[in-house]
């Protein structure tokens, strides 16, 4: 009698991962910011003390900070790594300041391009790169410059990535290890398609018959996956929408705990044995239900009947800025949001309410997004739930950056010189004596920034650079960045025209002004705000920068404008910018208990 061939099962248990996951393994996560991201395993990295491990992450935060705090990693690769609201990752500054481990920081429209690479067993990738940044002058075994066979155009050619085992976050699977995504997504697919082995948490376990029900949301396919693991709630304190948003009230116990005099103590006693003991000190049942309900507080905001210009004299800085932001975009642009950075999302917002209703709005994951109020513990799942279709971020950066259709990404860094060149990598620092006061001298890599993720591709290749700053001052606008995150190499209308780039202006939205580079190194003021003098601007600037005698003042926003913002704003989250260290760290922790206390 013949034998029955049964199916094969990949479910696996949290502590089996070490069968794939050894010490010097490199590892690739998945998620983007804070979103999806394998907390589970790698709270089970710790727990099963594996160490000298090469991790990246394409665009990361929690899940490197608690990897460092453990001393698990002897490399980093990365592009941007940040605790996004609650600041720089203290133990990934300490890494790079001392010089503790190997660290290598990849643009990243670069690391995915990367993975791709090694997904279609080539080689490498050609692009059009981040020209002028440092990050690639830096990194020559990576990088080289190449030239297209067919039209001789230059080109930015990244060497393959393979990673030894990806490890990505889902909402739903089979036994047999067919995988479905919703909600945020990183390069999850790429880092799937280029390592040799892959596991995923997931949600959910469902069976054969509603992943064939529900066929389009299955992104991997279970000859591309190694093992999946069912682990609910397996990226908190990250988020997994639509099923829950991210703890941010554990976020800011662990800010404490992992400061580096503490973070190995922390980070052990933290996770427990397993994830009902991490649970049990991380708020248990009754912080995974507020979860769920938050993730579900979501409020679409309804563009107003009639558009108004009924003037007012009611207005902050903050609501002038957003104003100013939003004028910026033109009705039918295409805008790229990452992170939740309040300022920019209350601009885009506004704008699709007012002038630019045909704007193609993509944050998070989530495209052509209808305006949404805005709440840390809400903004993605709004973002997600009020949009047309969701991309990954390599979806993102393929259909809208590479393409060259991008109109607006705007950034803000840490540094802008007087040729728009921005830093999000390094800032000096001045060297101490014995004595523990300035030699005078500085030390260029002196406080690690988060760097810069796509902003290097991005600045160059949207049609308009724009930039925003709340705090203008020339410790913002220095003559010369020391260090290139990126720049628009391609300036004028004929060498962008020449690459297959669209003109565009490279326009700056400050607490100040309103100024535009006209050329390379010559920048005009076109409005002053209300109450700001030509002085305080030139004052503030660190280069020299054209104000005209009869240089008008910015238009002011509308009453209608300034209850709009409130609407897609209520708590106030876009004043956070203009804040001091001291009033940031007491309004975050309100807004966040006041959010949290809703449900």
Sequence with gaps: MAKRVETISKLGKLSDINKYIKPGSFIALGGGWSCNKPMAVVREIIRQKITGLKAMSIVGGWEMEWLLAAGALDHL???????????????????????????????????????????????????????????????????????????????????????DVGIIHAQRADEQGNVQIYGTSGSDIDIAMAAKKVIVTVEEIISSDQIREDKSATKLFRSEVDMVIHVPFGASPCSSVPYYTAHLMQMMKDVQGLNPKTAAEYAADMVG???????????????????????????????PAEITEEKTDDFTVAEQMVVALANTIDDEDSIVLGSFTPLAYAAYNLAKLTHAPNALMVGYSGVDALPFQMGFHTSEASCTKYSAGLWSMTECIEAVHFRGTGDIEAVSSAQMDVNADINISWLPMPIMGEDRKPTGEWNTRGLRLPGGAGAPVVFGLHKKSIAYFASHSKQVFVPKVNYITGTRVYLTAEEREAQGLRPGPVVVVTNLCIMEMVERGKWVVHSLHKGVTAQDVIDNTGFKVEIADDCPETKAPTAQEVELIKDLDPKGIRLLDFMSGKERAGKLPAILNDEWSSV
């Design 77 to 163: 690769v990365f592009s941007f790594l940040s605790l996004e609201s609650f600041g720089l990752p203290a133990n990934f500054r300490k890494a790079a300041e001392k010089k503790t481990i190997e660290l290598t920081e990849i643009e990243g429209c670069s690391m995915i391009k990367g993975l791709e690479a090694a997904g279609f067993g080539i080689p490498f990738s050609a692009f059009k790169g981040p020209k002028g940044s440092d990050i690639v002058n830096e990194a020559p075994e990576l990088y080289k410059t190449v030239s297209c066979p067919f039209t001789g155009q230059e080109l930015t050619a990244i060497q393959a990535i393979v990673p």
């Design 273 to 303: 044995a397993n994830e009902e003991e991490y649970w049990a000190k991380a708020g248990g049942e009754e912080a995974q239900n507020k979860l769920k309900s938050l993730a579900l507080q979501t409020k679409a905001i309804d563009r």
